[in-house]
T-cell receptor, first 114, second 117 residues
């Protein structure tokens, strides 16, 4: 089963507003990643945050990680119509072996209205 | 780099036919993943390989599905016989996994949109 649970499932905002998506997970992790999927396309990696980090920025993206609550949030500031997409969180479970597997959440569908 | 290459991009077939989906991972990547995505079930991991060896195929729906990775640069996902409920977008992804501290960033192909009539 998917480890990540994302909230909300769908979000609709006006251009220029900020969008916040949340992700919760169940087991200890090595790192957490966010991906974006435009309609009909493959997922694209956006940003990664390691388990010993609490916040990370990349352009208009801000990711936070709270390992005590097993949760992460993705903030997109000053949203644009081109940000319309589905956003997925994915975790790398902490363990003795690493074969590359990611555990994906169900995704949040973001619509940014012009 | 060309990225992950999948073929065909679209496949329309009739129920009962054999379908073969192909994937070429990014050169140097040693993990390869097959996913299926539908509106109803979302993104599902079907099977993945590490260093050409199948690690976990628990996501494969049933015996009609099989996957192979004969070498580091090629993998196939086969459905035989196909059924209408197999209609979905199938994604291949690859990553470079070296040790327990690898970041495991995955690179996705464009997907194969399969329609089984």
């Amino acid at each position: 089963s998917q480890q990540g649970e994302e909230d909300p499932q769908a979000l609709s905002i006006q251009e220029g507003e900020n969008a916040t998506m949340n992700c919760s997970y169940k087991t200890s992790i090595n790192n957490l990643q966010w991906y974006r999927q435009n309609s009909g396309r493959g997922l694209v990696h956006l940003i990664l945050i390691r388990s010993n980090e609490r916040e990370k920025h990349s352009g208009r993206l801000r990711v936070t990680l709270d390992t005590s609550k097993k949760s992460s949030s993705l903030l997109i500031t000053a949203s644009r119509a081109a940000d319309t997409a589905s956003y997925f969180c994915a975790t790398v479970p902490r363990g003795s072996s690493n074969t590359g597997k990611l555990i994906f959440g169900q995704g949040t569908t973001l619509q940014v209205k012009p | 780099d060309a990225g992950v290459i999948q073929s065909p991009r679209h496949e329309v077939t009739e129920m009962g036919q054999e379908v073969t989906l192909r994937c070429k991972p990014i050169s140097g990547h040693n993990s390869l993943f097959w996913y299926r995505q539908t509106m109803m079930r979302g993104l599902e991991l079907l099977i993945y390989f590490n260093n050409n060896v199948p690690i976990d195929d628990s996501g494969m729906p049933e015996d009609r599905f099989s996957a192979k990775m004969p070498n580091a640069s090629f993998s196939t996902l086969k459905i035989q016989p196909s059924e209408p409920r197999d209609s979905a977008v199938y994604f291949c992804a690859s990553s470079r996994t070296r040790d327990r501290n690898s970041y495991n960033e995955q690179f996705f192909g464009p997907g194969t949109r399969l329609t089984v009539l």
